[in-house]
């Protein structure tokens, strides 16, 4: 006698398929979910693009408050992208009048985000009645790593006399930030401690104790490679020190020589040079000396060239002694081509 009921293989058959149903949805709706309620993670942002020359004079801001405070950036570059050991020389200039008839100190310092920073250089500007002057730094920024990078110009302003409403009105149309992509092998360097040039010692400041008539900085030997030329500058950031040793405006002479020279660094060719002469006064302690030399010959066959001593000579011609300023302050670069 057969029973009315569903055979039980049956009935446990019927009741899988919901249950299959179920679970195939759910595990669609684990598979969607995260299109259809959430979000996809961030693209990362695509590099900047690759270095090239560039500039700027549009300023971010219009004056500096001469209250000694935080260097601000005033110029600043698009970002771009370098690879590791990739060179760009880059410029900055600030241009400036002041509202005061005695004026306040000028800074600049160039800055290379995701990088690192430049030499400082100052000066004393010489006040309300003398119009527009300017201070320039220069520098070979070498990328640690792949990587983007923005350089920016920053400037300070300080004194003494009147900080609550002295300032610096800055001019962009003498104000500059600019990169140049210089060629891989391409050095920057830094001078050492401060030294000093004097007829006369100034016992109480070391580097100045004893009188030299003349002194050599930031000395390098540069291989050459097989380029044809090297170009050459050298900032070398000067201070009149004060007293009667002998008194009077200071008077130096600056030159740069680039001398060709064997691999084991014999000079073998006639010195290039240039040079320019820079009276610093008891207003305007401050100075900086820029000096540019280009296309030096290397390579010159039978092994003469294949390095370059790059040298920076301060003589002493009149006046109190003169403080050469150390690495914050004093550099020099070469680049081949």
């Known amino acids: 006698m057969h029973s009315s009921h569903p055979r039980p293989a049956a009935r446990s058959g019927l009741a899988s398929r919901p249950r299959l149903a179920v679970v195939l949805a759910a595990a669609l709706l684990l598979v969607l979910s995260p299109l259809t309620t959430g ?11 690759p270095m090239s020359k560039m500039s700027t004079t549009t300023l971010l801001l219009s004056s500096i408050p001469a209250t000694g405070g935080r260097a601000v ?3 600043r570059l698009p970002t771009r992208h370098m690879k590791a050991g990739q060179s760009i020389y880059v410029v900055g200039r600030m241009a400036a009048v002041t509202n005061v008839p005695r004026g306040p100190m000028m800074g600049i310092r160039i800055i290379c985000l995701g ?4 030499p400082f250089t100052v000066r004393n500007h010489d006040g309300r009645a003398y119009g ?15 990587g983007n990078y923005t350089c920016e110009l920053r400037g300070v302003g300080a ?57 050599t900085v930031l000395a390098r030997h540069l291989s050459a490679g097989t ?4 170009n050459t500058v050298t900032d ?19 030159t740069l020589h680039a001398t060709p020279s064997t691999a084991s660094g ?18 305007v302690h401050h100075y900086k000396v820029n000096l540019t030399l280009p296309g030096t010959r290397v390579n010159l066959g039978g092994g003469c060239g294949r390095q370059v001593l790059l040298q920076t000579r301060v003589e002493h011609l009149a006046g109190n002694p003169v403080t050469v300023h150390d690495s914050r302050y004093s550099n020099a670069a070469a680049w081949t081509y």
């Open 39 to 49: 979000s996809a993670p961030a693209a990362p942002p695509p590099p900047a693009p």
């Open 73 to 75: 950036p005033f110029l």
């Open 115 to 118: 990088g690192s920073g430049g």
């Open 132 to 146: 527009v002057q300017a201070i320039v730094v220069r520098w070979l920024f070498t990328a640690p790593h792949d």
């Open 159 to 215: 004194t003494q006399i009147d900080p609550q409403v002295a300032r610096l009105d800055l001019v962009a149309s003498r104000s500059l930030l600019q990169a140049t992509p210089v060629r891989p092998g391409a050095q920057g360097w830094m001078t050492g401690a401060d030294t000093c040039v004097g007829t006369q010692g100034i016992p109480n400041i070391p580097q100045c104790a004893q009188p030299r008539s003349a002194v």
């Open 227 to 230: 380029a044809r030329f090297v």
């Open 236 to 254: 070398v950031q000067l201070s009149r020190e004060y007293g009667a040793y002998p008194g009077g405006s200071s008077t130096v002479k600056v």
């Open 266 to 283: 014999h000079p073998c060719a006639p010195v290039r040079s240039t040079s320019r002469t820079a009276t610093i006064n008891g207003h």
